[in-house]
């Protein structure tokens, strides 16, 4: 299940919850409505912690020094291959 899978749980237990006010015999709501909360709540925190194992840091370039100095070449106009 993805983060998109435990957001409608969160929300679809929290309608349940707080949003109505039906009554069903042998079943009570308010506590499906908590357990889909607590469920999505769980996967969630899931989710983040496995994204986050999974993020590679990558070390930041290192800049390339030119030893020789900068050698200007002599252009023709042809050497670059759009010459005139």
């Given at each position: 299940?993805?983060?998109?899978?435990?957001i409608?749980?969160?929300?679809a237990?929290?309608?349940?919850t707080?949003?109505?006010?039906?009554?069903?015999?042998?079943?009570?709501?308010?506590?499906?409505?908590?357990?889909?909360?607590?469920?999505?709540?769980?996967?969630?925190?899931?989710?983040?912690?496995?994204?986050?194992?999974?993020?590679?840091?990558?070390?930041?370039?290192?800049?390339?020094?030119?030893?020789e100095?900068?050698?200007?070449?002599?252009?023709?106009g042809?050497?670059?291959?759009?010459?005139?």
């Open positions: 299940m993805g983060l998109g899978g435990c409608i749980l969160i929300a237990g929290a309608i349940l707080f949003a109505t006010d039906w009554d069903m015999e042998g079943v009570n709501l308010d506590l499906v409505g908590i357990i889909l909360m607590i469920v999505g709540l769980i996967g969630v925190t899931t989710f983040s912690s496995i994204a986050r194992r999974r993020r590679v840091v990558v070390p930041p370039a290192t800049p390339v020094v030119d030893e100095g900068h050698h200007h070449r002599h252009r023709d042809y050497s670059d291959g759009y010459g005139v």
